[in-house]
């Protein structure tokens, strides 16, 4: 069959490298895609905010599956618009993807089905002295969050009053996330190890990839600001098969039947970011599709067709054989351009990237082709994937820093800690 993959991240080009590997693929388009996804298929320029220019694509080149990478397309509406027109598409509908698009949608799911998560409370803009009422009853830290997408930035974790103050300020009178800011929600702080869990799902039946754990902070040790993330393993030891039917009994499960309940079903990649908390495993946020930059650490190790796996999924039909992980470790780290998650610079050689071995893949996040030469072009640019078949993080990790110190551009940064906490335990 074809295929259209539609993003250009680090995700994405490990989801066409999944894709490319499937018997059942004739070809694999990707728009816009970038010059990683350029050697697994056709990248093309598509006007993706216009979906009749999606549609058209489609029908000329017989596309019989659309997958969703990012999540704006899909909160602006593009799988309802295909699923209308009879395409098959990996990724929900605009009303399940408000699971992601709208945190006080997520949270008032949850209260309402039971889903454990921090309790909380939700403001709208006109109740700005009812939000700093409430503030000073709380216990510090809080985390205040905007109601809408906010590129990872809308979280705010306060450690007093004060702060609390100036974060609502900031979202309702400067209105530092725009209109993602007309509400907002005040969290309890929860405290535990976070973990990322990705269920694939035909809105009712679902099967859940190997875990993983995302770096979110720029420095070491989890210092510094938050980013996109600057790396990910896989498997995350930290969630035991104990932990892991915890999750499906009372997170994914009821979730699923909750949007089903709303007539919201999902279908796609429901990510499940989660904190295994002392009184249980709990909820942080979910998203509509695979998290970044954990795909490019779980991808990796799954065996069989998952090309099959996301058709059957688009289908309502759900094959669960299509996959299965059966050992083997991966860790990903992100090489960035110095300055970022702030401003940075970009246009410089990348060199390096064509002398891996075996099972180390590089995949392409904020890169660009000019002249036959690879230059960066964002503040994420590579995730270095190193694979191991046995179960060893540390080996991983080893293969990945090695494979690292391979690459060079100028004012390259990465994190030398991603997968340490995990070898602590
Ligand atoms: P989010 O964008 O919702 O994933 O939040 C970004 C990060 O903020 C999470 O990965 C957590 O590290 C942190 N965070 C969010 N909500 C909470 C919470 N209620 N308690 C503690 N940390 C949180
Ligand atoms: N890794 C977190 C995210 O994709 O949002």
């Not at 018997?23 to 990683?36: E, S, V, W």
């Not at 660009?368 to 080996?395: C, H, Q």
């Given at each position: 069959m074809n295929v259209l993959l539609i993003g250009s991240g680090g995700r994405e080009n490990a989801l066409a490298y999944k894709i490319a590997q499937s018997?059942?693929?004739?070809?694999?388009?990707?728009?816009?895609?970038?010059?990683?996804t350029k050697l697994l298929g056709e990248n093309v320029a598509i006007k993706l905010n216009d979906f009749y220019s999606v549609y058209d694509f489609c029908l000329i080149n017989k596309i019989e599956l659309v997958v969703v990478g990012p999540e704006q397309p899909l909160v602006e509406g593009i799988s309802d618009f295909l699923r209308q027109k009879g395409i098959k598409v990996f990724g929900p509908d605009k009303s399940a993807a408000e699971i992601e698009a709208s945190k006080s949608f997520a949270k008032?799911?949850?209260?309402?089905?039971?889903?454990?998560?921090a309790s909380y409370a939700e403001f709208n803009s006109s109740k700005l002295t009812e939000a700093k009422d409430y503030i000073k009853e709380q216990k510090f830290p809080c985390v205040i969050k905007a109601d809408g997408l906010a590129a990872g930035?809308?979280?705010?974790?306060?450690?007093?009053?004060?702060?609390?103050?100036?974060?609502?300020e900031e979202i309702f009178v400067e209105k530092v996330f725009g209109s993602s800011g007309d509400k907002l929600i005040i969290e309890e702080f929860m405290t535990g190890e976070e973990a990322s869990i990705f269920a694939i799902t035909d809105g009712d039946d679902y099967i859940c990839l190997p875990s993983a754990q995302d770096h979110k902070r720029i420095g070491n040790g989890d210092t510094g600001k938050n980013t996109g993330g600057m790396g990910a393993y896989s498997p995350a030891p930290i969630v035991t098969d104990e932990i892991l039917s915890e999750v499906e009994n009372k997170i994914i499960k009821p979730t699923l039947n909750a949007l089903k309940n709303e007539n919201r079903k999902f279908i796609g990649c429901l990510y499940c970011g989660l904190m295994l908390t002392a009184e249980g495993v709990k909820v942080v946020e979910f998203n509509c599709r695979f998290g970044d930059p954990e795909t490019q650490a779980v991808l990796p190790l799954l065996e069989g067709d998952?090309?099959?796996?996301?058709?059957?999924?688009?289908?309502?039909?759900?094959?669960?054989?299509s996959v299965k992980y059966s050992g083997g470790s991966a860790v990903c780290v992100v090489a960035a351009s110095k300055g970022y998650p702030d401003s940075y610079e970009k246009g410089f050689e990348i060199t390096g990237i064509q002398s891996m071995e075996n099972d180390v893949?590089?995949?392409?996040?904020?890169?660009?082709?000019?002249?036959?030469?690879?230059?960066?072009?964002?503040?994420?640019?590579?995730?270095?994937?190193?694979?191991?078949?046995?179960?060893?993080?540390?080996?991983?990790?080893e293969k990945a820093y090695i494979a690292l110190r391979k690459i060079n551009f100028k004012n390259i940064y990465y994190r030398s800690d991603i997968a340490d906490k995990a070898l602590k335990h």
């Open positions: 018997k059942l693929l004739d070809k694999l388009f990707i728009a816009p895609g970038n010059p990683g008032s799911l949850m209260s309402n089905y039971n889903i454990p998560t930035k809308g979280v705010l974790i306060c450690n007093n009053i004060m702060e609390s103050e100036k974060a609502v998952f090309l099959k796996l996301l058709y059957s999924a688009a289908s309502g039909n759900l094959d669960k054989s893949i590089v995949f392409h996040a904020g890169t660009k082709e000019i002249n036959r030469k690879i230059l960066t072009n964002g503040g994420r640019v590579l995730g270095v994937t190193a694979v191991v078949n046995d179960n060893n993080l540390k080996k991983a990790k």
